[in-house]
């Protein structure tokens, strides 16, 4: 691993360290859609009143990151490509250096340059298709950190060529709930459980005292192909596990949320850079445990892009450089390993 990529991501581990405080008995829960999901904050009831002040923050994350605001910051720097560099904020070098991380660490299988194939593809909207080859093809030129250039003294971020685009949807919950989780311990929050659409943060102890609990759902396997693999995965209603946790996120990645069907195949929202098409590595879902949230979700993306063998080979290296990191793998056999 690079110096300079050690160093940070020294700094994505102690970003979200908190303390752990005792627990409270009742609670008070408040859920919203933002961040393009169902964002659900638990708290100690006698802390209900700091809810408010922590969907502002998650409102305010969602209008400097949102892919498809072309006011927002990061649709100001697509919007630049090819044409000049956009002054940002630390806070968007942060996000964007965190990804350069994660793509160093999983060789390229996170990375946030695949705007163009996520409007090809268009697995959120309204027309989602199969692009032609010669399409992805084009959309995969300029997806090489090569060709973005980062001004850290200046603040600037610039994409050098026309068409390029950056798309934070595979780390921006987890910066989120690392922001959320600091925000609770400078109020004095004691303990709480931030889920961003499955990306999960527990802090400090539960309300019942001890270990947070967290269930990691089981897939739903229908049909099969001519090789016996599973035609699609769904989210299924039961819990295959239960991993115990405090002060720590718990992240899952899984084809089965955001897809579109087509001759009795289906097509997930998360791509593989350097193919262009859906991930096929296997897997149904994954999830990573580890203290930092912005690093599970970087990592829970990337993993279930490169497969379960190589996702443990970056586990190993993490290990070495004292990172605290489990992961769950579900194959598409239906296969469970604990990593």
């Given at each position: 691993m690079k110096k300079s990529a050690k160093i940070l991501l020294a700094v994505l581990l102690l970003f979200p360290f908190l303390l752990t405080s005792c627990s409270e008995q009742k609670?008070?829960?408040?859920?919203?859609?933002?961040?393009?999901?169902?964002?659900?904050?638990?708290?100690?009831e006698e802390n209900a009143a700091v809810l408010e002040k922590v969907f502002d923050e998650l409102y305010?994350?969602?209008?400097?990151?949102?892919?498809?605001?072309?006011n927002s910051l990061l649709c100001q720097v697509n919007n630049n490509a090819g044409i000049k560099p956009v002054t940002v904020t630390d806070e968007f070098l942060y996000v964007l250096q965190a990804a350069q991380v994660?793509?160093?660490?999983?060789?390229?299988?996170?990375?946030?340059?695949?705007?163009?194939l996520?409007?090809?593809?268009?697995?959120?909207?309204?027309?989602?298709?199969?692009p032609a080859k010669e399409e992805i093809t084009e959309a995969l030129r300029y997806n090489s950190w090569d060709n973005v250039e980062v001004n850290v003294p200046a603040k600037t971020v610039f994409l050098k060529n026309r068409g390029m685009e950056m798309d934070?949807?595979?780390?921006?919950?987890?910066?989120?709930?690392?922001?959320?989780?600091?925000?609770?311990?400078?109020?004095?929050?004691?303990s709480a459980v931030i889920n961003l659409g499955g990306n999960v943060y527990a802090r400090g102890k539960s309300f019942?005292?001890?270990?947070?609990?967290?269930?990691?759902?089981?897939?739903?396997?229908?049909?099969?192909?001519?090789?016996?693999?599973p035609n699609s995965v769904s989210k299924g209603d039961k819990e295959k596990l239960i991993?115990?946790?405090?002060?720590?996120?718990?992240?899952?990645?899984?084809?089965?949320?955001?897809?579109?069907?087509?001759?009795?195949?289906?097509?997930?929202?998360?791509?593989?850079?350097?193919?262009?098409?859906?991930?096929?590595?296997?897997?149904?879902?994954?999830t990573v445990v580890t203290d930092s949230s912005i690093m599970a979700d970087c990592l829970s993306t990337a993993f279930f892009v490169l497969g379960k063998e190589k996702s443990?080979?970056?586990?190993?290296?993490?290990?070495?450089?004292?990172?605290?990191?489990?992961?769950?793998?579900?194959?598409?056999?239906?296969?469970?390993?604990?990593?």
């Open positions: 609670s008070v829960t408040q859920t919203q859609k933002v961040l393009g999901t169902i964002c659900t904050i638990t708290v100690p305010r994350i969602q209008s400097v990151f949102n892919f498809y605001d072309r994660a793509g160093d660490l999983t060789d390229g299988a996170f990375n946030p340059l695949v705007g163009p996520v409007k090809l593809w268009d697995v959120n909207g309204k027309n989602p298709r199969i934070f949807g595979g780390v921006l919950k987890g910066y989120a709930a690392d922001v959320i989780n600091m925000m609770l311990n400078r109020e004095g929050v004691p019942k005292g001890g270990a947070w609990k967290i269930g990691i759902v089981e897939p739903v396997f229908e049909g099969t192909d001519a090789d016996g693999k991993v115990k946790v405090k002060n720590q996120s718990v992240v899952t990645s899984g084809g089965y949320e955001r897809f579109f069907e087509l001759e009795g195949k289906r097509y997930h929202h998360i791509f593989d850079a350097r193919t262009g098409y859906p991930s096929e590595s296997g897997l149904a879902s994954v443990c080979q970056v586990i190993d290296r993490l290990r070495k450089s004292d990172v605290k990191i489990k992961a769950v793998f579900i194959e598409d056999d239906t296969l469970v390993t604990v990593y």
